[in-house]
């Protein structure tokens, strides 16, 4: 059994910074992308950022220059950091890690974190 637990949102105001968290526990054969998605009410999840295992990084452009993905595989662990922060990047952020497991490729989700930009 996989488990993403995430950490970090919150209430910041317009141009503050935020570092999202998230933690895989479990057993798993390989970890191959990470991602973090976001959400809000009445829209369908979008991709924020992604990491492949190499370290090749991708972003959505509204958050371009912005945010940071990283990840210590060590820990296991995908970070986000988000500076400059809009009240547009308001929403429930989620990470996605693509795994093998005994069973073959699957994702897993986090349960989510809400980050709030406003004054």
């Known amino acids: 059994q996989v488990q993403l637990v995430e950490s970090g949102g919150g209430l910041v105001q317009p141009g503050g910074s935020l570092r999202l968290s998230c933690a895989a526990s479990?057993?798993?054969?390989?970890?191959?992308?990470k991602g973090w998605y976001r959400q809000t009410p009445g829209k369908q999840r979008e991709l924020v950022a992604a990491?492949?295992?190499?370290?090749?990084?991708r972003y959505a452009d509204s958050v371009k220059g912005r945010f940071t993905i990283s990840g210590d595989n060590a820990k296991n662990t995908v970070y986000q950091q988000m500076t400059s922060l809009k009240p547009d990047d308001t929403a429930v952020y989620y990470c996605?890690?693509?795994?093998?497991?005994?069973?073959?490729?699957?994702?897993?989700w986090g349960q989510g974190t809400q980050v709030t930009v406003s004054s």
């Open positions: 990491m492949t295992s190499g370290g090749s990084t």
């Open positions: 996605k890690f693509q795994m093998v497991v005994t069973g073959g490729p699957s994702d897993y």
């Open positions: 479990g057993s798993w054969v390989r970890i191959y992308n």
